[in-house]
């Protein structure tokens, strides 16, 4: 049993602060890699929560080979988010108080496939034409993102 759901039976919906970790992958096109997700039917970055005894790094490349089939040959920081616009609640009722490290990554192995318990399909956009339905807490790491370009830029 994974350690959140150990916490749940324990503490039913109540919120939880959940570490955990999500990368950014980025294909030769600069296109972003998303999950159509089933709990809340919307499209999210690829990541979930920290296990016992893992690293933030582990629990990256954990998480990205489960719900991609994908290997990351390399791991770059981008950023720590947590606070309101982190908070969520899950369509079942589940409330988490995310604290999340934001990964990008551009350089990976592996077949592509999604993990049909979490998702239906795991998809590569333009950044320009991302979906319009982004998981909450997934909206603001994908904007400060979009908005860290536009400054390279300026």
């Given at each position: 049993m994974s350690y959140?759901?150990?916490?749940?039976?324990?503490?039913?919906?109540?919120?939880?602060?959940i570490a955990g970790a999500a990368v950014l992958i980025f294909n030769e096109q600069n296109c972003l890699l998303l999950q159509h997700r089933k709990d809340n039917q919307q499209w999210g970055l690829i990541?979930?929560?920290?296990?016992?005894?893992e690293s933030l790094e582990e629990t990256a490349r954990r998480e990205v080979f489960e719900e991609t089939g994908l290997?990351?040959?390399?791991?770059?920081?981008?950023?720590?988010?947590?606070?309101k616009e982190l908070i969520y609640e899950y369509p079942h009722g589940d409330v988490v108080?995310?604290?999340?490290?934001?990964?990008?990554?551009?350089?990976?192995?592996?077949?592509?496939?999604?993990?049909?318990k979490e998702g239906y399909e795991v998809?590569?956009?333009?950044?320009?034409?991302?979906?319009s339905e982004i998981s909450p807490p997934d909206r603001p790491v994908i904007d400060r993102y979009l908005c860290s370009l536009e400054n390279s830029n300026v």
């Open positions: 959140v759901r150990e916490l749940r039976s324990l503490v039913g919906h109540r919120p939880l602060i990541g979930g929560s920290m296990e016992i005894g290997e990351l040959d390399e791991l770059n920081w981008f950023s720590l988010f947590s606070g108080v995310n604290v999340t490290a934001v990964y990008s990554s551009r350089k990976f192995k592996g077949k592509l496939k999604a993990d049909k998809r590569f956009f333009n950044l320009n034409e991302l979906p």
